[in-house]
């Protein structure tokens, strides 16, 4: 069993859409909860952290963190085509172990 | 957050043979790290970048295959040695600042092996 399990996708919406990204896990020692945003050749870019249960809103995007259930989620409302991108989940302790990914693709 | 940048870019190279890889920070990190992310894949952690020591390796990746080097606070070379077509991967430095968990990452380096 892997330590972080994202479904892969791929994931199609049309814009403006509500998008919701989930990942569960198996390791509770996980302290750190962040969701990285990679567009097509180029590297990850941090979107959202956090590191306890709850929500926490950055714009459009709000992380949310349910350590009882071992599982983490980031919603996108309003999405838009530049949303397109792979979504990668990642946790850590001391090293960071990341989600496979979601490609999410926003129609116009 | 810190400013990262990776030489170079992207790069085609020949089976056999070796390429180093720079990555530049624009301000001093506490930790460095190299990832592989192959072809649709996640990322995979190679190893830590330890200033003025030997770096940590992950299982399944060794010294002999990709030597590190960490001089100083802001600056890590990653060497690919002896390569094989299944060395094709991006390669990806990633810095974490102070007592942050925050961690960010560079631009990657394409490295395609004939």
């Known amino acids: 069993q892997k330590e972080v399990e994202q479904d892969p996708g791929p994931l199609s919406v049309p814009e403006g859409a509500i998008v919701s990204l989930n990942c569960t896990y198996s390791n509770s020692a996980f302290q750190y909860f962040m969701w990285y945003r990679q567009y097509s050749r180029k590297g990850p870019e941090l979107l959202m952290y956090?590191?306890?249960?709850g929500n926490k809103e950055d714009g459009r995007f709000t992380a949310q963190v349910d350590k009882s259930s071992k599982y983490i989620s980031l919603f996108i409302r309003d999405s838009q085509p530049s949303d397109s991108a792979t979504y990668l989940c990642?946790?850590?302790?001391?090293?960071?172990?990341f989600g496979q990914g979601t490609r999410l693709t926003i129609n116009p | 957050s810190a400013v990262i940048s990776q030489k170079p870019s992207r790069d085609i190279c020949q089976r056999g043979t070796s390429l180093t890889i720079q990555c530049q920070v624009d301000s001093q990190v506490t930790m460095m790290f190299w990832y592989r992310q192959q072809p649709g894949q996640s990322l995979t952690l190679i190893a830590t970048?330890?200033?003025?020591?030997?770096?940590?390796?992950e299982s399944g990746f060794v010294i002999d295959k990709f030597p590190i080097s960490r001089p100083n606070l802001t600056f890590s070379t990653l060497t690919v040695s002896n390569m094989s077509p299944e060395d094709s991967s991006i390669y990806l430095c990633?810095?974490?600042?102070?007592?942050?968990?925050?961690?960010?990452f560079g631009p990657g380096t394409r490295l395609t092996v004939t």
């Open positions: 990642a946790m850590k302790v001391q090293k960071l172990v």
């Open positions: 970048a330890n200033q003025g020591s030997e770096a940590t390796y």
């Open positions: 956090t590191y306890s249960s």
């Open positions: 990633s810095v974490v600042q102070g007592s942050s968990y925050e961690q960010y």
